[in-house]
């Protein structure tokens, strides 16, 4: 039989043309002397010898060189095992040493025609079964198949433990047209590291995986195979009632952590715990805070630790810094079976350009835009996801739903956001590209988003998706159906530099921006807000929240108190980085762990049980959380005071005869008799006061109830007259 054969620039097989030119390696059918057979071909380039050991009748076929390559043929009898694939090839070195193996090539596609379209359609949103690297059984036979998508490439191989990093020897079968390169390699096991080396015409790179499950520790970058479906879940309570719940009407507040620098672990080299170790850990102080929901700053893989995780390579693989992909399932599971959610901040605005990532993945701008006008951010350094293109779409929104999928995460908080949204995001006029329509919105991003939002809500009603969008963009969080990008919540960002702003500022001055603290509400219902206090606060100089208060040292834990009263009591869900609730006066640094030492002092102790009790009340009050996106839930009783830098406003649950009164004073002055108007007749109590000497304060607090008298004040025909205490608030409620 004449065949051609060609070799990459690494002495791998890429092409053969033969009698039968599709499928040359592997056992195909043929006619010889008249009769059916199966002709065996096998590329064993490090072979002398070669045969095919058929176990079914305990002997070896000889395999004659076809090419001077390593290319090895053999005619066999035609029979279930040799059409199964069960046959062995066995060879022998230079050495004369053997070997004997499974033929990869012997075994179908895993993949069907209907995956092939689906993949292409840009909606396979269970790709992550079908790419990467997949434990399968095939006949009988267990292995893992390889899948990638690289259609521009000239040849793609497996390379790892189990070929010595040799790209010689499991070259991988290009399926049509669709750009999916595959091959089957039966024996392998869970555990094992791999590459896929590609050739893209000019040079050779070893590329990790899209869809890997796990890699190595960095600075190292091999991917390793793993089974994700050997982990016993023990939270289907947690799951079925979280299906079943409105999430908007119900408390949330957010304890945002860096897993890294939250605590340290003083015996391990590398200073950072388990993700078994941190679930505990972290549990037990999440219910010590009342908290509802832990949030996680990016743990998908990430080669760079400085990066915070935000510049991924691995979208599917939680980094293995703190342990395997089972510790991170067990990791969501206990915070599950303790009631605590699990959120996770996911990057689909870019990725960085190491060289074994996603960039230039095929020889081409596969993932990202080739127009750097469109493809690369100038702030950051990183490439921009090309969102219009189907397998890009599809690779990012089945990335999304694998989390939920297979680590049951509760919700993710979108980072970038606005960076999408813009052609022109952070670009000078003559450094982007207008829309079709000659804008400046980016259309295919925001399809894109609004395709996410609907699967995700639609696959596993429950979740949250959260938009950190810093611009005027309007109905990020509305449904798709009317216009909007489909997020459960959107940050506030204007609340958080309004607030931050007014309250770094001297109190004598604060009567001259009333207006900062009061503006949020013009706005509070437009969108599903939650109000973030994130580590973007307290990094780059910032300083620590507790070091931008101002005043003496009283003071600036009592504005610490008083911004923590004025958040938990504003409409909108609730979010605060880790470290803000000890006082911490340190800006946050990745490289440390949190100031642990300072709960020593009556004053950071106080702030920590302070957020404490701030949790409780918001959980166990109604109106402190079902209403938070309807001026139903809300009504001012004096937002006019700027003279006394004072405000006043009620929060109101769904019965509307259920409600709580909030009274902030942003000034170091005791208000003796402070008279506010209430909505109804009868008796007050105080059920909280950020100046309790609970929480290190000057105790400046209402110990008996208070009754309304019938006069009038702030437009009602009751009021009540109260002690507000200095740079204080008090939540009163109806007995």
């Known amino acids: ?5 060609t070799l990459d620039n ?33 590329y064993l380039p490090d072979s002398e010898q070669a045969w095919v050991f058929h176990p079914g009748h305990n002997n070896a076929l000889p395999m004659r060189r076809i090419h001077p390559s390593g290319l090895f043929e053999a005619i066999c009898p035609e029979d279930e095992v040799m059409k199964s694939g069960q046959y062995q090839l066995r060879t022998s070195d230079q050495s004369g040493k053997m070997n004997s193996v499974r033929d990869p090539y012997a075994f179908p596609s895993f993949f069907t025609d209907y995956d092939l379209y689906l993949l292409g359609e840009g909606a396979h949103w269970k790709s992550y079964d079908k790419l990467g690297a997949q434990i399968r059984t ?16 000239k040849s793609v191989a497996v390379v790892g433990q189990f070929n010595k990093w040799d790209g010689r020897v499991h070259p991988m079968r290009r399926l049509a047209s669709s750009g999916i390169w595959e091959v089957f390699i039966p024996d392998l096991k869970a555990g094992v590291q791999y590459k896929y080396r ?42 079925t009632q ?14 945002e952590v860096h897993l890294g620098s939250w605590k340290w672990n003083t015996e391990s080299k590398s200073g950072w715990f388990n993700y078994r170790e941190l679930a505990h850990q972290l549990v037990e102080y999440c219910q010590q805070e009342n908290y509802t929901h832990i949030e996680l700053m990016p743990i998908s893989e990430h080669p760079f630790t400085g990066s915070w995780g935000y510049q991924a390579v691995g979208y ?44 230039q993945f095929d ?97 596993y009603p429950g979740i949250l998706t959260i938009a ?36 770094r500022k001297d109190p004598v001055h604060r009567k001259y921006h009333h207006g900062e603290l009061t503006f949020s509400l013009i706005y509070a219902f437009t969108e599903n807000f939650c109000l973030p206090l994130s580590h973007d606060e307290v990094v780059h100089g910032k300083g620590s929240l507790l070091d931008q208060m101002p005043g003496d040292l009283w003071q600036r834990f009592a504005n610490l108190r008083l911004l923590y009263a004025y958040m938990w009591s504003h409409p909108g869900k609730k979010l605060l980085f880790m470290g803000g609730d000890i006082a911490q006066w340190n800006e946050w640094n990745a490289n440390g762990q949190l100031q642990w030492d300072l709960l020593e002092w009556e004053s950071h102790k106080g702030v920590q049980q302070m957020i404490s009790d701030l949790n409780a009340m918001y959980r166990h009050e109604a109106s402190m959380h079902e209403v938070d996106f309807s001026g139903n839930g809300f009504e001012w009783i004096d937002c006019d005071n700027w003279e006394a830098s004072v405000i006043a406003y009620a929060r109101k649950g769904k019965d509307p005869n259920d409600y709580t009164i909030t009274i902030c004073n942003f000034t170091p002055v005791v208000y003796n008799g402070y008279r506010i108007g209430v909505p109804h007749a009868g008796s007050y109590r105080e059920i909280f006061n950020s100046d309790n000497s609970r929480y290190a304060g000057s105790n400046v607090i209402n110990i008996d109830e208070m009754e309304s008298a019938p006069i009038a004040w702030n437009g009602r025909e009751n009021s009540i007259a109260l002690e507000v205490p200095p740079l204080g608030c008090v939540v009163l409620k109806p007995c």
Request: glycine share 8%; proline share 6%.
């Open 1 to 5: 039989m004449r065949t051609n054969v």
């Open 10 to 42: 690494m002495g791998a097989l890429i092409e053969c043309r033969s009698e039968d030119p599709y499928r040359i390696l592997g056992p195909h059918p043929v006619k010889h002397r008249g009769e059916p057979a199966i002709a065996v071909r096998a």
């Open 138 to 153: 095939v006949n009988g036979v267990t292995g893992v198949n390889f899948a990638v998508w690289a259609p521009n490439a």
């Open 198 to 239: 590609v050739n893209q015409h000019d040079r050779t790179v070893d590329k990790c995986d899209p869809y890997a499950f796990a890699a190595e520790v960095p600075p190292r970058t091999a991917n390793i195979v793993s089974d994700l479906s050997t982990y016993t879940w023990n939270d289907a309570e947690y799951m």
């Open 242 to 255: 979280r299906g079943q719940q409105n999430q908007l009407e119900r408390p949330i507040s957010v304890y």
């Open 316 to 359: 599917f693989a939680a980094t293995s810094r703190y342990g395997t992909p089972e510790d991170f399932m067990y990791f969501v599971d206990y915070c599950h079976q303790h009631g605590l959610g699990v959120l996770i901040d996911w990057v689909p605005a870019h990725f960085p350009k190491d060289d074994h990532g996603l960039r």
């Open 363 to 459: 020889g081409t701008s596969l993932y990202e835009h080739e127009d750097p006008r469109k493809g690369e951010h100038p702030d950051w350094g990183t490439l921009i996801f090309n969102y219009g293109r189907n397998e890009v779409k599809n690779f990012l929104i089945s990335n999304a739903l694998f989390w939920f999928d297979k680590f049951h995460i509760d919700g993710l908080r979108v980072d970038a956001v606005a960076s999408m949204l813009y052609l022109d995001y952070s670009r000078k006029h003559d450094e982007w590209v207008p829309n079709e329509y000659g804008g400046r919105e980016n259309i295919e991003a925001i399809s894109f988003l609004r395709e996410f939002n609907e699967q995700s809500h639609l696959q």
């Open 468 to 503: 950190e969008e810093s611009t005027a963009w309007g109905g990020v969080s509305h449904p798709t159906s009317t216009g909007g990008l489909g997020f459960s919540l959107k940050w506030n960002m204007g609340w958080m530099n309004d607030t931050l702003r007014y309250m």
